[in-house]
């Protein structure tokens, strides 16, 4: 299961420093500046669906994502996971990437292990821990700290201990970002073939267009803030994608490039 439903949701953030001080010319500012962010967000992802979210800085991409894991109330309007109402954060049914999420006086396997440690019996956790090491390719570093991984290694060990943790949607925040050009393709890729493999549903978050093409099943594109979806895409293209077989995807790309205001410079 992962089908997420957003209906209506509208999220404001009050800016409360100052307040006190504004208080006194203007009284309707009591309470505060209000912030804008989500306008009436509708979006539904189905069961195992790659969705990828793009918009500009700040326009309220991680505060979709968060209000839909459980970790914001929206103002108003409501978020849906498999038929029930987001009230607040659950480790059973989400499971969020974070970089720099390891604990650095833990090793690999150690740190791999906590995405695991729901499971009772110790010898199906070892056995688990060790399948999705290998799923990443990191088999024989277990042992190391994550001072002595490269970049990508650290993304993929945090990325074994998401998926042992095997939630039900896994959210990922900018995943690559700091990564170099190269690693950030390969990671791409191990990301694919993993969802291709395990078939859950990801909310992947990037700034990357061309990413966001090659790896969605949908592509969700925000306006300014206060964020509205200006595009909502569904890519039924094959992997591997390359703009160059695909014509639609081109010019999909190029729709694309330009709602963001890039008219030439592909
Ligand atoms: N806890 C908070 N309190 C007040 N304002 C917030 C809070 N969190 C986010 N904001 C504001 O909400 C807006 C959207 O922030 P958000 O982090 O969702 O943007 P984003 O689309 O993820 O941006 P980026 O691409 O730079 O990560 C920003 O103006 C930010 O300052
Ligand atoms: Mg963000």
């Keep these: ?141 277990e042992h190391l700290y994550p001072h002595q991984l490269s970049g990508g290694m650290q993304r993929r060990a945090e990325l074994a201990r998401a998926l042992v943790a095997d939630p039900e949607v896994l959210f990922m925040d900018e995943p690559f970002a700091g990564l170099d050009f190269l690693t950030r393709l390969k990671m791409r890729e191990e990301i694919i073939n993993m969802h291709e493999l395990i078939q859950k549903t990801i909310v992947f978050i990037t700034h990357d267009i061309d990413e966001a093409l090659v790896m969605g099943d949908r592509v969700v594109v925000f306006t300014e803030r206060p964020a509205k979806v200006r595009l909502d895409l569904k890519l039924e293209f094959p992997h591997p994608r390359d703009f160059h077989s695909y014509d639609e995807l081109e010019r999909l790309r190029r729709d694309v490039y330009t709602e963001l205001g890039v008219h030439y410079a592909l």
Aim: with cysteine; glycine share 10%; net charge neutral.
């Design 1 to 141: 299961m992962g089908h997420i439903l957003v209906k209506d949701v509208r999220k404001e953030y009050v800016e409360r420093r100052g307040a006190r001080r504004r208080m006194n010319s203007d009284p309707d500012l009591r309470s505060g500046n209000h912030l804008p962010v989500l306008d009436g967000i509708d979006l539904e992802f189905a069961n195992g669906e790659l969705v990828c979210i793009l918009g500009p800085s700040g326009c309220g991409k991680t505060t979709l994502a968060r209000v839909i894991a459980g970790f914001d109330r929206p103002t108003s309007g409501t978020v849906l996971i498999d038929g029930e109402k987001v009230k607040g954060p659950s480790s059973e049914h989400i499971f969020v990437f974070q970089h720099s999420g390891l604990f650095p006086w833990m090793t690999v396997w150690e740190n791999v292990r906590l995405g695991a440690r729901h499971m009772k019996e110790k010898e199906e956790m070892a056995a688990k821990v060790q399948e999705h090491l290998d799923v990443v390719n990191l088999t024989g570093y």
